[in-house]
């Protein structure tokens, strides 16, 4: 049998409880549940379930909701669908589990690219056993490169590509880019490649055509802070916000959740760091608090072999590098330079 759809009473009890268990603010808790009230008002008056709600219901909600607005007070509001539509993607992520809903394909074209792109997904997992969180990036990257080549990525022209496609399609992606950027995406690039050459649909084998720029080890110095910036900055950190996940970086706001991507820590680091007034050298992500507590291990005498074996090193030349960084003990025991001729 199949299951009776949730009332939208129902869902509403639930999402009032979801804002509680994420900690939001009894203003914006309060906010969210009016523009939601509004929502389920107007699909009621339309006898239109939560659970059958797409893209299209909810744009025309919004332009229901912008001409009644114009209508009462002369004008649409300012950021109308940002002010309409508050609450309303929390509430349908709740229903359907995301949102929004994955895009369908509506040309043969699409439909051909998804499906390679699945298959190469599945192939990815199967074949290469690799992450999701890999697989989902270098899916990403290869229907990327699908999409850029537009009319040529079909059945009948995606046999042609060549070597001038991947170099004009790499030129167009990488003037930004750095050189472990560029490295990767031509990997994932060269992955792609062969998963089309093995099942017949590019005519030649392009991976090998596909270069990498040269990377020199121990070529970039990590940077790291000084033992006072990093206690300076614990003196000025905010205590753990209340939930229930096992996760060592959560949101500091609703919704308290772990972080999608380990890229969003380097803004909050950041900006933890401009607001005590340090100014490290290079990067100012995660990674210099990583870095700073090497070189204290290194400056007291621990082995490479121990700190390696903290920081989740494989090997001790990865360690290394943090060599670079304890210059005053390398002066220490650093020789001192003969002199020139001008000074003899």
Known sequence: MTPQPLSHEMWFAQFDVYLHQQGYRAKTAHRYRTVCRQFLQYLQERDIALEQVDPATLEAYLQA???RSAQRHGRAPRDAHHRLNRGIPLLLRLVHGHWPPPTVPTSPQECFQQQVCESYAQWLARCRGLTPRTIALRQARAQKLLAWLGARGTPT???DLSVADLDAYLAAQEPTLRRSTRADL?????DFLRYLSTHGLITHDLAPAVLSPTLYAFERLPAALTPEEVQALLEHRAGPPPTDSRAVFLRAQAPIQPFRQGSSLYSIVARRLAKVGIQPAGKRGPHTLRHARAVSLLRAAVPMKAIGDLLGH??????????KLATDDLREIGL????TREER
Do not use: E, M
Request: proline content about 8%; hydrophobic content about 30%.
């Open 157 to 159: 022209h995606l046999s």
């Open 314 to 323: 494989t090997t001790t030349a990865a360690t290394a590098i943090y060599l």
């Open 336 to 339: 001192d330079a003969p002199p």
């Open 65 to 67: 909701q912008s001409q």
């Open 186 to 190: 031509t990997c994932s690039l060269r």
